[in-house]
Protein backbone atom coordinates (compact mmCIF):
# COMPACT_ATOMS: atom_id res chain seq x y z
CA UNK A 1 0.00 0.00 0.00
CA UNK A 2 1.09 3.62 -0.96
CA UNK A 3 0.55 6.27 1.54
CA UNK A 4 0.07 10.01 0.31
CA UNK A 5 -0.16 12.70 2.83
CA UNK A 6 -1.85 15.86 1.02
CA UNK A 7 -0.32 18.32 2.80
CA UNK A 8 2.78 20.29 3.48
CA UNK A 9 2.68 20.60 7.19
CA UNK A 10 5.64 19.83 8.84
CA UNK A 11 3.34 18.97 12.09
CA UNK A 12 0.80 16.84 9.86
CA UNK A 13 4.26 14.77 8.40
CA UNK A 14 5.83 14.81 12.38
CA UNK A 15 2.00 13.02 13.33
CA UNK A 16 2.01 10.81 10.47
CA UNK A 17 5.58 9.74 10.93
CA UNK A 18 5.06 8.80 14.66
CA UNK A 19 2.43 6.16 13.37
CA UNK A 20 5.36 4.23 11.87
CA UNK A 21 3.68 4.07 8.25
CA UNK A 22 6.29 4.68 5.11
CA UNK A 23 4.34 7.74 2.73
CA UNK A 24 5.19 10.36 0.67
CA UNK A 25 3.97 13.75 0.84
CA UNK A 26 2.25 15.72 -2.19
CA UNK A 27 0.73 18.87 -1.23
CA UNK A 28 -2.78 19.94 -2.48
CA UNK A 29 -2.62 22.86 -4.65
CA UNK A 30 -6.56 23.27 -4.66
CA UNK A 31 -8.21 26.60 -3.80
CA UNK A 32 -10.07 25.29 -0.76
CA UNK A 33 -14.22 26.64 -1.24
CA UNK A 34 -16.22 26.30 2.03
CA UNK A 35 -19.79 25.98 1.32
CA UNK A 36 -20.53 25.01 5.55
CA UNK A 37 -20.62 27.23 8.46
CA UNK A 38 -20.55 25.05 11.20
CA UNK A 39 -16.72 24.15 12.06
CA UNK A 40 -16.96 20.37 11.90
CA UNK A 41 -18.34 20.33 8.98
CA UNK A 42 -15.82 22.84 7.29
CA UNK A 43 -12.64 20.97 8.59
CA UNK A 44 -14.00 18.02 7.37
CA UNK A 45 -14.87 19.44 3.79
CA UNK A 46 -11.52 21.21 3.59
CA UNK A 47 -9.64 17.73 4.31
CA UNK A 48 -12.06 15.91 1.60
CA UNK A 49 -10.85 18.59 -1.47
CA UNK A 50 -7.41 18.43 -0.23
CA UNK A 51 -7.54 14.58 -0.74
CA UNK A 52 -9.14 14.56 -3.65
CA UNK A 53 -7.43 16.77 -5.02
CA UNK A 54 -4.25 14.66 -4.52
CA UNK A 55 -6.10 11.75 -5.18
CA UNK A 56 -7.24 12.97 -8.88
CA UNK A 57 -3.75 14.62 -10.30
CA UNK A 58 -2.24 10.55 -9.21
CA UNK A 59 -4.64 8.87 -10.51
CA UNK A 60 -4.77 10.76 -13.58
CA UNK A 61 -0.65 10.41 -13.57
CA UNK A 62 -0.24 6.67 -13.26
CA UNK A 63 -2.07 3.47 -14.50
CA UNK A 64 -0.39 1.98 -11.51
CA UNK A 65 -2.94 -0.85 -10.17
CA UNK A 66 -0.71 -0.29 -7.05
CA UNK A 67 -3.25 0.21 -3.73
CA UNK A 68 -3.04 3.61 -2.76
CA UNK A 69 -4.64 5.89 0.42
CA UNK A 70 -4.33 9.81 -0.16
CA UNK A 71 -4.55 11.30 3.84
CA UNK A 72 -6.27 15.22 3.18
CA UNK A 73 -6.73 17.25 6.16
CA UNK A 74 -7.65 20.76 7.78
CA UNK A 75 -7.45 22.21 11.10
CA UNK A 76 -9.13 25.61 12.16
CA UNK A 77 -9.69 27.59 15.35
CA UNK A 78 -12.53 28.82 16.73
CA UNK A 79 -12.86 31.28 19.04
CA UNK A 80 -16.00 32.91 20.24
CA UNK A 81 -18.03 31.60 17.35
CA UNK A 82 -15.47 32.60 14.64
CA UNK A 83 -13.35 30.73 12.60
CA UNK A 84 -10.29 32.22 12.77
CA UNK A 85 -8.09 32.39 9.71
CA UNK A 86 -4.07 31.47 8.86
CA UNK A 87 -2.06 34.43 9.98
CA UNK A 88 -0.61 36.30 7.21
CA UNK A 89 2.57 36.64 9.09
CA UNK A 90 4.66 36.59 12.28
CA UNK A 91 3.28 39.37 13.98
CA UNK A 92 -0.30 38.58 13.11
CA UNK A 93 0.42 34.90 14.54
CA UNK A 94 1.35 35.94 17.64
CA UNK A 95 -1.73 38.39 17.97
CA UNK A 96 -3.33 35.75 17.23
CA UNK A 97 -1.39 33.28 20.06
CA UNK A 98 -1.45 36.51 22.72
CA UNK A 99 -5.91 36.50 21.80
CA UNK A 100 -6.62 33.06 22.61
CA UNK A 101 -4.13 32.83 25.52
CA UNK A 102 -5.92 31.71 28.52
CA UNK A 103 -9.05 32.31 26.96
CA UNK A 104 -11.36 28.87 26.28
CA UNK A 105 -11.22 28.13 22.44
CA UNK A 106 -11.89 25.24 20.06
CA UNK A 107 -9.72 23.56 17.65
CA UNK A 108 -11.36 21.25 15.22
CA UNK A 109 -8.97 19.50 12.87
CA UNK A 110 -11.30 16.88 9.60
CA UNK A 111 -9.10 13.85 7.97
CA UNK A 112 -9.99 12.51 4.72
CA UNK A 113 -9.10 9.25 3.56
CA UNK A 114 -9.39 8.23 -0.17
CA UNK A 115 -8.39 4.58 -1.06
CA UNK A 116 -7.76 2.67 -4.26
CA UNK A 117 -7.49 -0.72 -3.73
CA UNK A 118 -8.27 -3.97 -6.17
CA UNK A 119 -9.49 -1.06 -9.21
CA UNK A 120 -12.24 -0.12 -6.34
CA UNK A 121 -12.22 3.71 -4.97
CA UNK A 122 -13.59 3.98 -0.78
CA UNK A 123 -13.64 8.04 0.42
CA UNK A 124 -14.09 8.34 4.49
CA UNK A 125 -14.29 11.62 6.23
CA UNK A 126 -14.14 12.57 9.88
Known amino acids: MKYILASAS ?7 KKT ?4 DVFP ?9 TAPAEVVME ?3 QKACD ?3 TLS ?4 SSEPLTVIGADTVVVYRDEILGKPADEAEAFDML ?5 RTHQVYTGVSLIQKKNGEKKTKTF
Not at 10 to 16: G, T
Not at 20 to 23: A, N, R
Open 98 to 102: SMLAD
Open 46 to 48: LAA
Open 60 to 63: SESN
Open 28 to 36: SSIEEKITK
Open 10 to 16: PRRRELL
Open 54 to 56: VFH
Open 20 to 23: GIDF
